[in-house]
């Protein structure tokens, strides 16, 4: 399995193109769009910490983190859809602990919609525990937290 590299402002057309494809599913579920697309990525890109996993032709994974004073958030994580199945999403999750360990933090939060459940089952089963539930107008909001 590839590792993780630091992503140059050159991978912002693969990022952006793997997101679109990742966050597919979920807008049909959500009846609204991703929270992960309804920014600028060139905009966010010096603020948090972009993390690739390179495939063949191109990006299999892509994670998102931003280092705060008290945890470090996953804003996203993302595979390919034709990468699923091969434990990218599974590496990039190890991946942010070692991170934030790396970075002086033992906490992670993140975020995901209520409706899916598959997602907030996948985090459950790696540790991440239910923290709050937040009404954004259009959407449920379920907010995980791990203490590493």
């Excluded at 997101?19 to 991703?34: C, M, S, T």
């Excluded at 699923?84 to 999403?89: E, K, L, P, T, V």
């Excluded at 995901?112 to 259009?138: C, F, M, P, Q």
Aim: glycine share 6%.
């Amino acid at each position: 399995m590839t590792a993780l590299r630091r992503a140059a402002r050159d991978d912002l057309p693969a990022i952006v193109a793997l997101q679109w494809a990742a966050y597919a599913k979920n807008r049909a579920i959500l009846g609204v769009e991703p929270l992960p697309l309804m920014v600028d990525y060139a905009e966010i890109f010096p603020q948090y910490e972009f993390w690739v996993a390179d495939g063949a032709q191109t990006l299999d994974g892509v994670l998102i983190l931003q280092p705060r004073v008290d945890d470090l958030l996953i804003w996203s994580i993302a595979s390919a859809p034709a990468s699923r199945g091969r434990g990218i999403a599974n590496m990039m999750l190890a991946f942010a602990e070692v991170r934030a360990r790396e970075v002086g933090l033992r906490c992670i939060r993140l975020y995901t919609g209520e409706k899916l459940v598959a997602n907030i089952a996948w985090y459950r089963r790696h540790g991440y525990l239910h923290e709050s539930t937040e009404d954004l107008g259009d959407r449920m909001c379920v907010n995980l937290i791990k203490k590493l």
